[in-house]
């Protein structure tokens, strides 16, 4: 099982530019979830997909969409990229939304934005 | 809402010494802990999870962490640090009701020094 994989790994965008990351998850999880990291601020969650169908937002939405494409896959999508959404993105799974789940993580994708 | 303080921003030790990493949370009742580690360029991975029960929790890698409700406390320990410990480690909490959203601290950086 490769697990939760995320592309690109990097990414330069200039200002106003738009861009989807890609997440997909090969262990029948049912939820999915978006996060940003930034220095100091830990993990902030953006958006989340409880099942397929379904999304909801997180504490940081401002800026992103969200598309749940199937069970496997969870894309964030920037329509108009902004400085303040330089950053390193993770995407996580859990098998069900359920409190006290592990979050499986993959490794991230690297964004400047110019 | 609830909250996460990682008080060590860095620590440094050496191989071979003991480490201690602490986490305190602010909730009113006992919320879910975890602690996860995020090796350079990785994502994020489960270390540990404290639900109820015994206080002491053992992880993955030698690890373990005690909890301690008078203090509010979730400290992360390891009897003897190897050089590939070296890491980010993000102490998180997840309360029942909060919409399973994992909320992080800021993380500790650990370096070891052989």
């Known amino acids: 099982n490769a697990g939760v994989t995320q592309t690109p790994k990097f990414q330069v965008l200039k200002t106003g530019q738009s861009m989807t990351l890609q997440c997909a998850q090969d262990?029948?999880?049912?939820?999915m979830y978006w996060y940003r990291q930034d220095p100091g601020m830990g993990l902030r969650l953006i958006y989340y997909s409880a099942s397929e169908g379904t999304t909801d937002k997180g504490e940081v939405p401002n800026g992103y969409n969200v598309s749940r494409l199937n069970k496997r896959e969870f894309s964030l999508r920037l329509e108009s990229a902004a400085p303040s959404q330089t950053s390193v993105y993770f995407c996580?799974?859990?098998?069900?939304?359920?409190?006290?789940?592990?979050?499986?993580f993959g490794p991230g994708t690297r964004l400047l934005v110019l | 809402a609830q909250s996460v303080t990682q008080p060590d921003i860095h620590i440094t030790v050496s191989e071979g010494a003991s480490l201690e990493l602490r986490c305190n949370y602010s909730?009113?009742?006992?919320?879910?802990l975890f602690w996860y580690v995020q090796s350079p360029g990785q994502g994020l991975q489960l270390l540990l999870k404290?639900?109820?029960?015994?206080?002491l929790v053992q992880g993955i890698k030698g690890f373990e962490a005690e909890f301690k409700r008078s203090q509010s406390s979730f400290n992360l320990r390891k009897p003897s640090v190897h050089w590939s410990d070296a890491a980010e480690y993000f102490c998180?909490?997840?309360?029942?009701?909060?919409?399973?959203?994992?909320?992080f601290g800021t993380g500790t950086q650990l370096k070891v020094e052989l």
């Open positions: 262990m029948n999880h049912n939820s």
């Open positions: 909730y009113g009742a006992t919320p879910y």
């Open positions: 996580a799974s859990t098998r069900q939304r359920e409190i006290g789940e592990t979050q499986y």
């Open positions: 404290y639900f109820s029960g015994d206080t």
């Open positions: 998180a909490v997840e309360v029942t009701g909060g919409g399973n959203k994992l909320t």
